[in-house]
C-alpha cells in the first residue's frame, strides 16, 4: 500500500479503551490489589529541577522496598528506589531517587529518546487509568535524562511511536541519580471520576544487572506486565484535563536528483499537518493533511535468500500511533483519502477501517473489524500500457483475545473473510494460538489455515493455501548461585501443509539457551529443513536460474548464538549458521554486530553479515556481504546526529543516510535529513536528496 505518494487526506477516529464504553462482564481480582499507593494534591508549587526540596514532596507519600524480578524474583531488590507521586490541577508529578550500589559511572546507551531498556540504567513507571489491566501509558528516564514514553497495550507491549508533550529532569548526587517530571493531564486518557488507577514503578541497574518493581512481578514476564500493577488511590478524582486541542503543521523543503534518468533537480515544498482532538476523556479524534515522512529512519537492508516478499515494519508515526488503537480500543474509526497518480494509472483510493472490542472476563476482549479499500472512479483496462488496479478489497473479521488474570495462559481466535472482484469460495482465514508460561515451562502451540483466494490488499499475506501448525516447548532451568543464571531446551516445530493435507515444508528448531548472571547469553542450535517447491525459485535471488517446482530438498543446520553483556562499554553479538541448502548444496552464515559508546554522547555501531552459497552449476560458488556502520551522536536529549551507512553486495547498493533532529520544544521538532545511493558495481551515483522539515506542536 503505497501512502507516501501525492496528496493525502487521512481522518482518524478512536474511542480510548474499551472500559470506558463497555463495560466489564467479570472482574477478578486483582493480584497485586494489596499495593496501594495513596497520591495527595500538592499544597504549593512544584519546580521539575530533580532537587525535590519543596514542601508537597516531603509531605508525599513514599513507595520503597522494590521487589526483585531479575536476576532471581525471590527476595526484595538490593539497589534501594524511592518513589513519590502528586498532583496539581493541570500535572501529575512523579520522583524517583534511584541510589546506587557504588562508585562508578552510570550505564547509558545515549541521551536519546526511547531508549534501548535493557542497555540503559533506567526508571520507568506504568499508568492503567481504567484499570483494564490491558492498555495504558509508559514514562520515564535514563540515568542521563533521555526520556522514554509509549501506549501500553496487550496487557505489557509498549509502543514507542507515541509521543506526547510532558517535561522532565534528571540531576546525579553521589550516592543517587533523581528522575523529577510532570505530565499534563491533557496528555493522558482517563475516565473521569475514577478514583484507582492500575500503578507499577520498574528499576533497572545494570551495575548490579538487577531489575526490580514496586509491585512484584514474576521473572518471566517484564516489569511492563499490567496484571501485575498495584494500585494508585487519588484523595480525590483527578481533575478533568479540560479542552484538549492540537494542532502539529509542518512546512517541509527540498531538493533531489535521480541520475539514472536525464533531467535536473527536482524541488520539493510542502505544507500539511496533524490536528489531535479530545472529544472527551475516551474519544479522541485525528486528522492529518498531506502526511509527509521524510524523517523517518531507512529500512534496514538484508540478504534476501527468502521465497517470499520481505515485510519491513511499520516506522511512520501515524500509522504506528493509530495501528496501536484498532488493536486495544472500544472503538476505532479511520478513513484515508489518496489522490491519483497519472503516471501509473493509479486512480484515487479510499481506505476505511472500523474497528469495535468488548472486554469479557478479568484481562479478555472480543472483537471485530471491517476494512475496505476502494479505488474512486477507475475502470480498469482501459489503457493497456498501465497496471491493472482492483476496484476493491474488503475483509471483515471476528477475534477473540485471552488473557488469564495471572498472565499464565495467553492466547488468540480469529476469522476473516475478503471481498474481491472475481474471486469468490475459498477466501477466508483463520487461526488460532494457545500459550502457557511460568517461571520453568513455556508451553504453546498455534494453527493457521489461508485460503487460496483470501486477498488482503490492506495487509501482508505471503502466502495462500496453506495449513500451518506451530506447537513449541520450552524449559528453564534455574540455578541456585553460580555464574549461570538460567538455561534450558526450547523445541519448536513449523509444518505447513496444502489444502489436501499433504506437506510442503517445515522447519524444527532445537536451541539450549543459557544466560549469565551478567546478562550476556549463549545459545547452541540444530535445524532441520524440508521443503517441496510450489513455484520456481532462484536460490540466490540473483536470476541466474530456478530450481524446479515440485522438487524436494532436504538439510541440516548447526548454529551457534552469543550476545555479550550489556553493560559494557564495547559489546558485541554473533551469530553462526552452517549446514545444508538447497539442491544438496550447502550454507554459511554469519552475523555479527560490535558497538562502543562514549556514553552518554556518542554510540558506534557496525553491523555485518555474510553469506555463503556452495551450489551446483550454473549457480556454483556465490557469496554475499552487508555491511553497515552507524554513529549515532546524541550532544543533548533534545538535539540528536545520526549517520547510517548500508552496503548490500546482493542488491548492488549503497546507501548513506544522514540525519540532524533539533528537539527545540517538547514534541517540536527541525530535521535535516540528507540520502545517498550509489550503484557499486560499476560504482555511480543512483539519486541523491536532502531535506529540511519543521514541525511544531501547537495547545489550543
Known amino acids: 500500500m503505497m501512502l507516501d505518494r501525492s496528496t493525502a487526506i487521512f481522518l482518524f477516529v478512536s474511542l480510548f479503551w474499551a472500559p470506558a464504553l463497555f463495560p466489564v462482564v467479570v472482574h477478578a481480582q486483582k493480584k497485586n490489589a494489596d499495593f496501594e499507593y495513596h497520591i495527595h494534591r500538592a499544597i504549593g508549587p512544584i519546580h521539575i529541577d530533580g532537587r525535590i526540596d519543596e514542601p508537597a514532596w516531603?509531605?508525599?507519600?513514599?513507595?520503597?522496598?522494590?521487589?526483585?524480578?531479575?536476576?532471581?524474583?525471590?527476595?526484595?531488590?538490593?539497589?534501594?528506589?524511592?518513589?513519590?507521586?502528586?498532583?496539581?490541577?493541570?500535572?501529575?508529578?512523579?520522583?524517583?531517587?534511584?541510589?546506587?550500589?557504588?562508585?562508578?559511572?552510570?550505564?547509558v546507551e545515549s541521551l536519546r529518546r526511547d531508549f534501548s531498556f535493557v542497555k540503559n540504567d533506567n526508571f520507568i513507571f506504568f499508568l492503567d487509568p481504567f484499570e483494564d489491566q490491558t492498555s495504558g501509558f509508559s514514562f520515564g528516564s535514563n540515568a542521563a535524562g533521555g526520556q522514554w514514553d509509549g501506549l501500553m497495550y496487550e496487557g505489557g507491549k509498549v509502543d514507542l511511536s507515541w509521543d506526547n508533550k510532558w517535561s522532565s529532569v534528571v540531576r546525579r548526587y553521589p550516592d543517587r541519580w533523581v528522575?523529577?517530571?510532570?505530565?499534563?493531564?491533557?496528555?493522558?486518557?482517563?475516565?473521569?471520576?475514577?478514583?484507582?488507577?492500575?500503578?507499577?514503578?520498574?528499576?533497572n541497574d545494570l551495575k548490579t544487572t538487577e531489575k526490580s518493581a514496586w509491585a512484584p512481578v514474576p521473572r518471566q514476564f517484564p516489569t511492563a506486565s499490567l496484571a501485575y500493577t498495584g494500585v494508585l488511590v487519588w484523595d480525590v478524582p483527578p481533575p478533568p484535563p479540560g479542552p484538549n486541542i492540537s494542532v502539529i503543521p509542518y512546512v517541509l523543503g527540498g531538493v533531489q536528483k535521480d541520475y539514472t534518468v536525464p533531467g535536473g533537480n527536482v524541488y520539493k515544498k510542502e505544507i500539511g499537518g496533524d490536528a489531535k482532538v479530545a472529544v472527551t476523556s475516551s474519544l479522541n479524534l485525528d486528522l492529518t493533511v498531506n502526511p509527509d515522512f521524510s524523517q523517518v529512519d531507512v529500512d534496514k537492508e538484508v540478504i534476501d535468500l527468502s521465497r517470499?516478499?520481505?515485510?519491513?515494519?511499520?516506522?511512520?508515526?501515524?500509522?504506528?500511533?493509530?495501528?496501536?488503537?484498532?488493536?486495544?480500543?472500544?472503538?476505532?474509526?479511520?478513513?484515508?483519502?489518496?489522490?491519483?497518480?497519472?503516471?501509473?494509472?493509479?486512480?484515487?483510493?479510499?481506505?476505511?477501517?472500523?474497528?469495535?472490542?468488548?472486554?469479557?472476563?478479568?484481562?479478555?476482549?472480543?472483537?471485530?473489524?471491517?476494512?475496505?479499500?476502494?479505488?474512486?472512479?477507475?475502470?480498469?483496462?482501459?489503457?493497456?500500457?498501465?497496471?491493472v488496479y482492483s476496484r476493491y478489497n474488503r475483509n471483515m473479521g471476528v477475534e477473540f483475545n485471552l488473557a488469564s488474570s495471572d498472565?499464565?495462559?495467553?492466547?488468540?481466535?480469529?476469522?476473516?473473510?475478503?471481498?474481491?472482484?472475481?474471486?469468490?469460495?475459498?477466501?477466508?482465514?483463520?487461526?488460532?494460538?494457545?500459550?502457557?508460561?511460568n517461571r520453568h515451562w513455556l508451553i504453546g502451540a498455534e494453527y493457521e489455515y489461508t485460503g487460496t483466494n483470501y486477498n488482503a490488499e490492506v495487509g501482508y499475506v505471503p502466502r495462500t493455501g496453506y495449513f500451518k501448525v506451530n506447537p513449541q516447548i520450552a524449559y528453564t532451568?534455574?540455578?541456585?548461585?553460580?555464574?549461570?543464571?538460567?538455561?534450558?531446551?526450547?523445541?519448536?516445530?513449523?509444518?505447513?501443509?496444502?489444502?489436501?493435507?499433504?506437506?510442503?515444508?517445515?522447519?524444527?528448531?532445537?536451541?539450549?539457551?543459557?544466560?549469565?548472571?551478567?546478562?550476556?547469553?549463549?545459545?547452541?542450535?540444530?535445524?532441520?529443513?524440508y521443503v517441496r517447491l510450489l513455484s520456481p525459485f532462484d536460490p540466490t535471488n540473483t536470476g541466474i536460474d530456478s530450481l524446479a517446482t515440485g522438487t524436494r530438498h532436504r538439510y541440516n543446520t548447526l548454529g551457534v548464538d552469543y550476545v555479550s553483556k550489556p553493560q559494557a562499554l564495547f559489546t558485541f553479538d554473533f551469530s553462526l549458521r552452517y549446514g545444508g541448502y538447497y539442491a544438496d548444496g550447502n550454507k554459511l552464515t554469519l552475523v555479527n554486530d560490535i558497538g562502543y559508546r562514549i556514553q552518554p554522547y556518542v554510540n558506534f555501531t557496525m553491523a555485518t553479515t555474510y553469506t555463503d552459497l556452495v551450489l551446483p552449476r550454473?549457480?556454483?560458488?556465490?557469496?554475499?556481504?552487508?555491511?553497515?556502520?552507524?554513529?549515532?551522536?546524541?550532544?543533548?536529549?533534545?538535539?540528536?546526529?545520526?549517520?547510517?551507512?548500508?552496503?548490500?553486495?546482493?542488491?548492488?547498493?549503497?546507501?548513506?543516510?544522514?540525519?540532524?533532529?533539533?528537539?527545540?520544544?517538547?514534541?517540536s521538532d527541525l530535521f535535516l535529513v540528507y540520502t545517498d545511493n550509489y550503484l557499486t558495481t560499476p560504482f555511480s551515483v543512483r539519486n541523491r536528496a536532502f531535506v529540511v522539515k519543521f514541525n511544531y506542536w501547537w495547545n489550543l
Open 58 to 107: 516531603q509531605q508525599a507519600e513514599r513507595a520503597g522496598d522494590f521487589y526483585m524480578v531479575l536476576p532471581m524474583d525471590t527476595s526484595h531488590a538490593q539497589v534501594h528506589t524511592v518513589v513519590r507521586m502528586t498532583y496539581d490541577m493541570k500535572y501529575l508529578y512523579l520522583v524517583a531517587e534511584c541510589f546506587i550500589a557504588g562508585p562508578g559511572p552510570d550505564m
Open 179 to 203: 528522575l523529577e517530571l510532570a505530565i499534563p493531564f491533557k496528555t493522558l486518557r482517563y475516565r473521569n471520576g475514577l478514583t484507582h488507577w492500575g500503578v507499577n514503578f520498574s528499576r
Open 308 to 387: 517470499y516478499e520481505l515485510f519491513y515494519p511499520e516506522k511512520r508515526q501515524f500509522f504506528l500511533e493509530n495501528a496501536d488503537h484498532f488493536n486495544n480500543l472500544g472503538i476505532g474509526l479511520m478513513d484515508m483519502q489518496t489522490n491519483k497518480v497519472d503516471s501509473i494509472g493509479l486512480p484515487e483510493q479510499n481506505f476505511s477501517v472500523l474497528a469495535l472490542q468488548r472486554k469479557i472476563f478479568s484481562r479478555s476482549n472480543i472483537g471485530f473489524i471491517f476494512i475496505n479499500k476502494q479505488s474512486v472512479h477507475y475502470q480498469p483496462g482501459k489503457d493497456s500500457s498501465l497496471p
Open 407 to 437: 498472565n499464565y495462559w495467553t492466547g488468540k481466535v480469529l476469522a476473516l473473510k475478503s471481498y474481491s472482484p472475481g474471486r469468490r469460495g475459498d477466501d477466508y482465514t483463520h487461526a488460532a494460538n494457545l500459550q502457557y508460561t
Open 477 to 529: 532451568f534455574l540455578p541456585h548461585g553460580g555464574w549461570v543464571l538460567s538455561h534450558g531446551p526450547q523445541l519448536t516445530s513449523t509444518y505447513y501443509y496444502n489444502e489436501a493435507f499433504h506437506r510442503t515444508d517445515n522447519e524444527t528448531i532445537f536451541t539450549w539457551l543459557t544466560t549469565f548472571r551478567d546478562r550476556s547469553t549463549l545459545a547452541g542450535v540444530l535445524m532441520n529443513d
Open 618 to 667: 550454473p549457480w556454483g560458488h556465490t557469496h554475499f556481504w552487508l555491511i553497515g556502520p552507524k554513529l549515532d551522536i546524541t550532544m543533548t536529549n533534545t538535539l540528536f546526529l545520526t549517520t547510517y551507512i548500508q552496503y548490500n553486495q546482493q542488491t548492488r547498493n549503497m546507501n548513506l543516510n544522514t540525519r540532524l533532529q533539533w528537539r527545540y520544544k517538547p514534541a
